[in-house]
């Protein structure tokens, strides 16, 4: 079982950044690949960004590339998505998932979201 619990969501202006923290708990955090993933009202949820069990390899949405950097600590058990030169569109629930598989679907743990929104 992991636990996970994300922070650092808010209101931000276009252009603003935020930095998006997931914590796990679990005692081999290194053992799970992670990512993040976003629902905005009346829409599908989607990958924003994954990121290996090392960290050496990343995948990010193209609506994201250049903006956004995930990044992992397992000594720490924590999860990073710094994300930059924000947009409107960028509005939405952001969750934290692991799953022992780096991929962009089938995620089997989920934290409980954190809401990011975006003012123009």
């Known amino acids: 079982q992991v636990q996970l619990v994300e922070s650092g969501g808010g209101l931000v202006q276009a252009g603003g950044s935020l930095r998006l923290s997931c914590a796990a708990s679990?005692?081999?955090?290194?053992?799970?690949?992670m990512a993040w993933f976003r629902q905005a009202p009346g829409k599908e949820r989607e990958l924003v960004a994954a990121?290996?069990?090392?960290?050496?390899?990343?995948d990010y949405a193209d609506s994201v590339k250049g903006r956004f950097i995930i990044s992992r600590d397992n000594a720490k058990n924590t999860m990073l998505l710094q994300m930059n030169s924000l947009k409107p569109e960028d509005t939405a629930v952001y969750y934290c998932?692991?799953?022992?598989?780096?991929?962009?679907?089938?995620?089997?743990?989920w934290g409980q979201g954190t809401q990011v929104t975006v003012s123009s």
């Open positions: 679990t005692r081999t955090f290194s053992s799970y690949a």
């Open positions: 990121i290996s069990r090392s960290g050496s390899s990343t």
């Open positions: 998932a692991a799953n022992p598989r780096f991929s962009r679907q089938g995620y089997d743990y």
